[in-house]
Nanobody
């Protein structure tokens, strides 16, 4: 059974940091590209970042470039999203996705 479980969300003040994790089970994460998306209230889901399977090439949306870093630990079957210098507009539910599968999401709230 394929399962993706996000964790690490929470409440943080502007300028703070969080690290999200996406733990995979039921398949080998290292064979796949992985993406992080987010959905803010009243808005469509948007892509945040992705990382390729073989060579680790990363991409970021313009809104998070320079602040977020995606990485993967294939030995742990886990992908991370390090989020620094968080802004209120980063408030959203964050999802990881692999091969058409989605996790349940983790809430990130940035507010003073």
């Amino acid at each position: 059974q394929v399962l993706l479980v996000e964790s690490g969300g929470g409440f943080v003040q502007p300028g703070g940091s969080l690290r999200l994790s996406c733990a995979a089970s039921g398949f080998t994460l290292g064979y796949y590209a992985i993406g992080w998306f987010r959905q803010a209230p009243g808005k469509e889901r948007e892509g945040v970042s992705c990382i390729s399977s073989s060579d680790g090439i990363t991409n970021y949306s313009d809104s998070v470039k320079g602040r977020f870093t995606i990485s993967r630990d294939n030995a742990k079957n886990t992908v991370y999203l390090q989020m620094n210098n968080l802004k209120p507009e980063d408030t959203a539910v964050y999802y990881c996705t692999v091969g058409g599968y989605w996790g349940q999401g983790t809430q990130v709230t940035v507010s003073s």
